[in-house]
């Protein structure tokens, strides 16, 4: 994004100890660090990665500067040689990830990174926040389009996101997963994303009479005008419109519906339905809003509701019912020795990686194999080299191209995999090599 | 924050089609919003307020730039007369708010802004998304350092934080209500909080052998290093630190400690105090890490581990048991006629308020009054006027003194309420006027 703030000092302040200690020890060997989930939080089965395109960007503008320089010789513990080279380092590294938009498992890297140990290890930090981010909340939007069965669904996280970043970055990774807008105008003008809004209670409450609201809006509004109906009484608020919508057509104009934000919004959703329709207005679309998320669509869709179209906020945007996964960055290879973490629970995958999915004469996915980055497996390779020596090897692509790549995988995700609650246990599994050397290197550390 | 985005178009695109439509109207009329917190989440009976001086930064910097001013006329719904006005427009409104730091309840208004509707609706959102997100990680912080019953407490919330900004206003708000520091970098910088941090599994894992990296680091640190010891063996490696510490005092030097991040944290506590205590170095600090939350301090705490000092991460960062709260920013007044929302559970105060705290002979919290704001009412009114005609009225207070305040103020706060469990519900009764007001306003609402 043109303009945005450097971000290198964003970092854990370990990342520079552990980088003044390999500097003094002249430790400037490649390392190689593979980020992926290690488990799935409660309902989840899958993952959509998203954020790559924001990791390529601080990548390739990593550099401390001079203030940022400054702030850390004062902490008195940092060498001046030590700052020197900082001030001068860049990152030259390279990154083989999957694209945004591609599904992925847990234990599979979405991405995998080698550079020389003190890069890599001082951009761990802000790689995981971005994809941590933009990951979670893609996986929970994804939910979310499924749910709805086909009816749009847009992004209103805006005020309950974490910040100003994370209300960016939520209207993103939703409409990466298949969300049809964002009320979020400043995520419209960066993104590219169709932006979307109605009125508020608030709206209504300035004006003596609601009908006298409804009025003063569709003046200001002749051809995109949705009315918010459930500030007083849903149902008179819904009379009210088929007066506004004839009024309108009256004048060739054009009401587009109304939004219903509390209340039991069912069968509210049925007994406006039936108001518009014996008014002889079919073509008027009922929205709805007011703490949904996944599950309330999925209901909708199931009890076939009559809902046109959901706004949907804080639930998406926070991913509520599991606000963070347990994403981790390890080190797998440092000089071209395989390594791995043996903590209880907490193995991970040495050596270079990558992910091999193969496919049903249908077109699903039919299971996954972890392998070695260099050997020949069957199934589509999802890693691709997306940065050599510091730069991108091709732009990133538009987030409509992301958006069309998740909606063509999503639909070849098997239905049981995707299951709200209880989702089937896609399988993964590690390539015999992969296995192998997981077994050596776990050898290996016990003779120590 | 220097060099901060303008932000003024991070809002929902109803805010401005509202406002083109009061435009239409020519309703510039001053309203009043107020912003409170209808319902305690999950365990909690208190909040801490935060965020305020990002708010008043935001209001200062109120103006649409003119590339968001083309990006609105491109969208074919804002006519230009309404476009010429936003480029011009500026916040020139007054704020009436709670300190940052101070405690506050559930209704009660920790913000209240009379500006022209246009501007006090446009600033909705960004209002919210701000105070919303402090507020509620200084509220989860605080019961972390109450928790740890007086042992320090750092946020190594930062890579998991939803994006950027919540990474930075998380140190920020976690350090407001009693943390003693973060790994955040940048947050040091910005904010002036002491930064802290040791060194992660990868750095262990890049040497042959453990006690090299503990050697390596600790040349690199002679008089700050810390030592993480679980990466293969955590008793092996209390006797390595030990190797380490002996060597480090036999040049003069001094190790700090050493870091537990996986394991039974209890029993692994116990064990290495007992390894430092029989080699003779009571001095040897034990710093624990790894998933922790306020549940798990409050234990240690309970059963006496013999941890030192604490790092807080993922699930305080996201305030993961309950990672967003009811924050609502509604119209209490326009045109100086009191409103409100009568939708069912959702009724709001009407007009311009006050909250008044009285407090028992030893200073406690006794209980609070939500009254109107030129009510005379025993105890202490919160709320101050922070901006008037849209310029502060002080500058904000640096973020220590912000700090103290709220130590102050919670060691005011009844244990009962703090509880981490079922805490007992703080009185707060309205006053007689404001009471009488709601009545009467409904009653009018009831007769249109």
Redesign the interface.
């Known amino acids: 994004m043109a ?1 945005e ?1 450097n ?1 290198t ?10 980088a ?3 500097f ?2 002249r ?1 400037f ?1 490649d ?1 190689t ?1 593979s980020l992926f989930i290690r488990s799935y939080p409660a309902d989840r089965g899958y993952f959509v990665a998203a954020g790559l395109s924001a990791v390529l960007d601080y990548l390739e503008d990593f550099a401390f500067e001079p ?2 320089i400054d ?2 010789a004062r ?1 008195g ?1 940092f060498s001046e040689d030590f700052l020197n080279y900082l001030s001068r380092l860049r990152f030259c590294g390279d990154v083989w990830a999957l694209a945004e938009g591609q599904i992925f498992f847990k234990d599979e890297p979405l991405l995998e990174i080698t550079a020389p ?1 003190i890069q890599a ?1 001082i951009a ?3 790689i ?3 994809l ?2 933009q990951t979670l909340i893609a996986s929970k939007a994804a939910r979310c389009v499924d749910a709805a069965a086909g009816r749009p669904v847009v992004d ?1 996280a ?12 939520v209207a993103r990774a939703s409409y990466l997963a298949g969300f049809s807008g964002t ?4 995520a ?2 960066e993104y590219g994303i169709p ?9 209504v ?2 004006f ?2 609601e009908i006298d609201a409804f009025r ?2 569709a ?3 002749p ?2 005008a949705i009315l918010l109906i ?3 009484d849903t149902l008179e608020g819904a009379r009210r419109a088929v007066a506004i919508a004839r009024e309108m057509a009256a004048r060739g104009e054009q009401l587009i519906g109304v939004r219903i934000d ?2 039991d919004l069912a069968e509210l959703a049925r007994a406006v339905r039936k108001i518009f329709d014996e008014a002889g207005l079919p073509q008027l679309k009922v929205f709805a809003s007011g703490g949904l998320d996944e599950f309330d669509l999925a209901r909708f869709s199931a009890e076939r509701v009559p809902f046109d179209s959901y706004g949907v906020g ?2 998406m945007g ?3 019912d599991a ?2 996964s347990d ?1 981790s960055y ?2 797998v290879e ?1 000089q071209n020795r395989p ?1 791995l ?4 629970g ?1 193995v991970s995958l040495p050596g270079r990686k990558q992910v091999f999915r193969r496919r049903d004469p249908a077109g699903g996915f039919a299971g996954d194999t972890i392998g070695l980055r260099n050997e020949t497996l069957g199934g589509e390779k999802l890693l691709r080299e997306v940065m050599r020596a510091g730069r991108r090897t091709a732009p990133s692509p538009p987030l409509g191209e992301s958006r069309a790549l998740f909606a063509a995988e999503f639909a070849a995700l098997p239905a049981a995999v995707k299951a709200l609650r209880n989702p089937q246990i896609y399988p993964v599994e590690l390539s015999p090599a992969l296995h192998a050397l997981r077994q050596e290197v776990s050898r290996k ?1 016990q003779e ?1």
Chains 1, 2 share one sequence.
């Not at 009320?183 to 400043?186: P, R, T, Y």
């Not at 932006?195 to 709206?203: C, W």
Request: hydrophobic letters at 35%.
């Open positions: 303009g703030k971000w000092l964003l970092t854990d302040l370990y990342q520079l100890t552990m003044q200690s390999y003094r020890e430790q060997g390392a660090f203030a940022a702030y850390l902490q513990q140990v290890q761990e930090t802000f995981i926040n971005q941590h981010l209103f805006l005020r309950r996101a974490h910040g100003t970043d994370a209300g960016m970055k009320s979020n105008v400043l419209g003008k932006i979307v809004g109605t009125m508020a209670h608030s709206f409450s300035t003596e009479r003063a809006y003046a200001a509004f051809r995109g459930d500030t007083y509390s209340g804080t639930r926070t991913s509520a606000p963070w994403m390890k080190l440092y390594v973490k043996l903590s209880t907490k550390y120590c």
